[in-house]
């Protein structure tokens, strides 16, 4: 079956630095959804990408479709301590859309 | 609109005790989910629901159950618990048809998450 994996599995951050988080999709995704977890809160929804080699930017956040839609990455510049949490990508396989597949997530901890 | 709300926020459980976790939304959406977080893991479905009276199992269904009476409500229950549930439970939901998309046929919409029950299990 599918399998979203995200690398990596958590990123230390310097306040100010920027970072890449990466997910690869094991079969070809119809869509990729990113979340965003504060420490002890539950998933927020960020961002969707359906088009191939499609990029959106929110702030200082910068999402990105593979061409091939089977990864993905969220860039974030300058990188701030509210940014400190964990990111999920997830995607229905193509055709086999309702049920989202999660990637264990990237754990963010930013040193001021 | 409150979202999605579940009930308890948290539990400890002995171990073979049962319970029910709440989880009801105000949006009208016709899907609804059950996933398990392990502490510094992704997020696991455990059971879905595409509307009222049908239900389906996710990728870890043992030892839960769920009904769907009501297109809000999608309870959660635990007849025999585990040490191994203890675990954070999300319940999340996304209105009823997928979204047209340029690429695709259909995908899926965001899902609305609740707050999260969590459960220890002694």
């Known amino acids: 079956g599918q399998q979203v994996m995200q690398i990596p599995q958590y990123q230390h951050v310097q306040e100010g630095e920027d970072f890449t988080t990466y997910c690869n999709s094991s079969?070809?995704?119809?869509?990729i959804q990113w979340y965003k977890q504060r420490p002890g809160g539950h998933p927020v929804f960020l961002i969707q990408?359906?088009?191939?080699?499609e990029v959106k930017k929110q702030k200082r956040l910068t999402f990105q479709f593979g061409e091939a839609k089977k990864n993905s990455s969220l860039h974030i510049t300058a990188t701030q301590t509210t940014d400190v949490g964990t990111y999920f990508c997830?995607?229905?396989?193509?055709?086999?859309?309702?049920?989202?597949?999660f990637g264990a997530g990237t754990q963010v901890v930013v040193t001021p | 609109n409150a979202g999605v709300t579940q009930t308890p926020k948290f539990r400890i459980l002995k171990i073979g005790q049962s319970m029910t976790l709440q989880c009801t939304q105000d949006?009208?959406?016709?899907?609804m989910y059950w996933y398990r977080q392990d502490p510094g893991m992704g997020l696991k479905l455990i059971y879905y629901?595409?509307?009222?009276?049908?239900?389906d199992k996710g990728e870890v269904p043992n030892g839960y159950n769920v009904s769907r009476s009501t297109t809000e409500d999608f309870p959660l229950r635990l007849e025999l618990a585990a040490p191994s549930q203890t675990s954070v439970y999300f319940c999340?939901?996304?209105?009823?048809?997928?979204?047209?998309?340029?690429?695709?046929?259909?995908?899926?919409?965001?899902?609305?998450f609740g707050d999260g029950t969590r459960l220890s299990i002694l």
């Open positions: 999340a939901s996304t209105p009823q048809q997928g979204r047209p998309s340029t690429e695709a046929s259909v995908v899926s919409q965001p899902q609305h």
């Open positions: 949006m009208n959406h016709n899907y």
């Open positions: 629901s595409v509307g009222a009276g049908i239900t």
């Open positions: 079969t070809t995704l119809s869509n």
């Open positions: 997830a995607g229905d396989e193509t055709d086999s859309w309702g049920k989202l597949q």
């Open positions: 990408l359906v088009k191939s080699g």
